[in-house]
């Protein structure tokens, strides 16, 4: 069955740059979100080999197809604004600049990992990088985005008397639109003024179900906004320059406002839901439609047109990524599991009865994060 | 869950990609064919408003099956499912039952991490009002679902997808298992092993192990935590004069605990040991395959705790 929803994606009506324009991105930025995305692709591409090779367990769920999203949400934001995530959370890992040897000794359950192998694919920390987590339960970010949020304005106004100067992006799939407690979340900001953006990564689908079968107005999303009291905008999340200029002017009235905000980022995931879904609910045709819009291709072609790199050059990038997912996977095999201690390491930051504290991961403590302990 | 639905129009299943998908686990493979989409309904991902949805309508006669993918999303929908559905015949003086199935994937092993490896026997048996049953194999998963389904009271039916690829007879005709019936799984004289769902099989191994060292352990499969066949379990204890319990959920206030404290207090002379219990350990489930199977309840720790409750340490 067609999706009908998906189809009208690519329409010209979605929201295009306003303020920034294309050609005012630096080239040097432009070769930044190539690699970045070829490095969430190429991550993406050895996580489904190594899961094959039984090298990961649980459920993993790849990125491929919506690379631009978090790269250019990223790129939109400050290094100092928080970001949550749901459960397909390796690209945002990535994006907001985790490296990819943490990120994969995480999805080997390896002590290496960012959280020591405990959280696996779906619960990628990353406090140096403030990335407050991928959630595995479909909407349990939305209520801690606003809560990211209630504490970077409590802590620029009401402790330091200053003004709110932070945004924290909360990202959510469509399937999320349908929990309460993304509503509930979306009426907190709306009734408290908090600087939160919630970004719907809209592939389309949740598991096997096309959005419209389980979302009312599920052709026009952005009215779930409006009931909240918050804009709403809807972006063509499948070309990173238009995801990029559309998301900083979104960021900037949101930090000058402390309004929340929603958008309808429109994207699609290549692959099946998780490596064990055939992909029986839609047709290959559709999926043929997004590939053509590939956004790794479409940014390709724009730096060659642009003339900010050769076709060598780019190449040369494309070899890059290779030898950095090779050398990411390789550093994670050699990591070593965790040792029996850390299963009654980290449950509690007090040491009593059994429980033995808590401590940093190898990945931050050379970074300055501070402890809990 | 067909055989029933055909006998009974007031049933229907609904939850998370139970039609077209075939259920996340394939459960349901096969039905929406049969019975078609206004009694096998594909629900979005709204745990609260359709297990609400189906308790309303249970206080109107009609007998829901509600799948949750995992018990684990159960949690999202606590309020209907604990507060609702086991106190609305008790708030209403008796004037509103509650004739509704909860069931789906329970516990951890498969490295899905701590929030999706919930093992909700432990948090749940604490409730008044409903009803618990684990099967541990597919005989018994088809009479104890029978018995749910025509049950008046709200059953959480706890299924494990690590249990879904094991084989075993199952009779094409009519059968029902009684709640509250445990199944003696083996005989034996030295020491009573009780569990339920999973972890039998873990038992089963270690009787296996324990048989060889001249160690005669008798497993008992509860079926139902609520209610819990106190007959047969004090009946054999007071064969074996020792008592192992082995629950998958974590060790506090668990269902565990309240075998080991019931067999404490009567059948204390008959006890040569304390009982003992294996657990999870107490902490939440970790990722890491070596972490995990070494949190979960296995053949070793359950050959060291008979071993201690015989004195053949
Ligand atoms: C509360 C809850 N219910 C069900 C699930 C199982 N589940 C995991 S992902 C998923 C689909 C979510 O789809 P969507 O939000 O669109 O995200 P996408 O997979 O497309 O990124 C479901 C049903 C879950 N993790 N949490
Ligand atoms: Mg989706």
Known sequence: MPNATLASNLASHLVKSASVTRTEIPGTTLLKWFYDMALIREFEVRCMQAYQDKKI???????????????GCVAALEHRDPIVTAYRDHGHALARGMHPKHCMAEMFGRIGGCAKGKGGSMHMFDKANNLYGGHGIVGAQCPLGAGLAFATKYEDEVIKGGKSDRVTMCFLGDGAL????????????????LPVIFVVENNGYSMGTAIERGTTMAHKIITKAMGYGMEGIEVDGMDVLNVYASMKDL???????????????????????????PRKYRGRE???QYEAED?????????????VATAAEIETIVDRVKVDVRDAVAWADASPAPGLEELYHDVYVEKWGPYTGTSLPEMLRESGVRSQE | MSEE???????????????????????????LDEFGPRRVIDMPISESGFAGMAIGSAMMGLRPIVEFMSWSFSLVAADPILNNAPKMLYMSGGQFGCPIVFRGNDGAGGQLGSTHSWCVEGLYSN????????PSNPYDAKGLMKTAIRDDDPVFFLESERLLSIKGEVPEEEYTIPFGKAAIRREGTDCTIVSWGRPVHFAMEAAETLAKEGISCEVIDGRTIRPMDWTTIFASVRKTNACVVVDQSWS??????EVAAQVSEHCFDDLDHPVLRVHSDDVPAPYAQNLEQEMLPNPRKIIAAVKKVTYRA
Request: aromatic share 8%; with cysteine; proline share 3%.
């Open chain 1, 57 to 71: 367990g649980g459920f993993c769920h790849v990125y491929i197809g919506q690379e631009a999203v978090a790269v």
């Open chain 1, 178 to 193: 349908n929990q309460g407690a993304l509503h509930e979340a979306k009426n907190l900001a709306g009734l408290l003024d």
């Open chain 1, 251 to 277: 960021c900037d009235r949101v930090r000058a406002t402390s309004r929340p905000a929603f958008v309808d980022m429109r994207t699609y995931r290549y692959k099946g839901h998780s490596m064990s879904d």
């Open chain 1, 286 to 288: 559709e999926e043929e």
């Open chain 1, 295 to 307: 956004p790794i291709g479409k940014l390709q072609k724009f730096i060659k047109d642009r003339k």
């Open chain 2, 5 to 31: 639905m055909r006998r009974d129009a007031r049933i229907y299943l609904l939850g998370e990609e139970v039609a077209q998908y075939n259920g996340a686990y394939k459960v349901s493979r096969g039905m």
């Open chain 2, 127 to 134: 409730v008044p009002g409903l009803k618990i049953a684990i």
């Open chain 2, 252 to 257: 506090f206030a668990s269902p565990g605990s």
